[in-house]
């Protein structure tokens, strides 16, 4: 279960009138945003804790919605060709990172360093 329905997805991004499809990759879209949150938190197996506040609940579907938009739109990553003219453009090659660093203050559990 995702984080966001669609419909308030489709809104954000500007789909007033979606056909079958677009609901289809919409409900795609936040279904693999809130895998990643899940996995991210280790919530996988359990599920979201049933003692989140209405804040965590805020953030999470922040964060889904994010996510969401860039699965929607593909958002590529790591070195992007601007022209034959103009060096490449670099992004961030972890797309995930700043979704992560949002969700820090949901994470019970730090790995070793």
Known sequence: MAYATAEEFLRRIGVSNPTAAQADTANDCLDASTQE?????G????GP??????EQVALLKI???DRASEHWRNTPFGALGTGPELPPVMTARDSWYRHSRKL??????????
């Open 63 to 65: 964060v889904c919605l």
């Open 43 to 46: 919530w996988l197996d359990s």
């Open 49 to 54: 804790p049933a003692d989140l506040t209405p």
């Open 104 to 113: 820090a203050s949901l994470e019970t559990e730090w790995g070793i360093a």
């Open 37 to 41: 949150i899940d996995s991210h938190l």
